[in-house]
């Protein structure tokens, strides 16, 4: 297993713990903070393995398979604890994770196609945002909860424009016809 996998698999692996500093009071007020650094951590992994693996040529079955997976599981755990939190909508989370269930499915019937389906820029921008909402939701801070709210709904927005731009540029995935 190379680099790259390992680093994905890595953040894996990080996800049960993110969940329990997350949800649990282990450790009182510094839970949330070990939660933000480990969220930071498998962040900073998938920005990493992707660099790493394009950059040495070390892209994989399994890494292709593995990666945008992770990357789902830890954003899908992150927004489904804050929702138990009380600390975001459940209707946001339901956007954010149907968005991510319907770009794979696309991604899928391009595969099949023999199309691929580059990340886009408004995807790139939602990812950003999606992972400065969820820092700030782990924090919650009262000082910052206007800018929570704002980083909030720029992600929501960003998910929703990123879908709409995904479905209208690749609507020929759907004309294909097997």
């Known amino acids: 297993m190379n680099l790259p996998n390992k680093l994905t698999m890595l953040r894996v692996i990080l996800i049960p713990f993110f969940v329990v500093f997350m949800l649990g009071s282990l450790l009182g007020d510094a839970d949330k903070w070990i939660a933000l650094g480990i969220f930071i951590a498998a962040s900073l992994t998938d920005l990493l393995d992707g660099k790493i693996a394009r950059k040495y040529n ?21 927004l489904i604890c804050l929702c ?25 019937i391009a595969a099949d196609n023999g199309i691929v389906i580059a990340a886009s820029y408004w995807g790139k921008y939602k990812t950003t945002f999606q992972m400065i909402m969820i820092c700030l939701l ?7 909860s206007l800018i929570s709210a704002i980083v909030t709904w720029i992600a929501v927005i960003l998910t929703i424009v990123s879908l709409i731009d995904y479905m209208v540029k690749n609507r020929q995935v759907f004309m294909e016809d097997k």
């Open 58 to 78: 070390l892209v994989t079955d399994f890494g292709k398979l593995m990666d945008p997976l992770a990357d789902k599981l830890l954003v899908s755990a992150a």
């Open 84 to 108: 138990e939190m009380g600390r975001l909508a459940a209707w946001i989370v339901i956007i954010i994770i149907s968005r991510e269930f319907i770009i794979s499915g696309l991604r899928q």
């Open 138 to 144: 782990i924090v919650n801070i009262d000082v910052l």
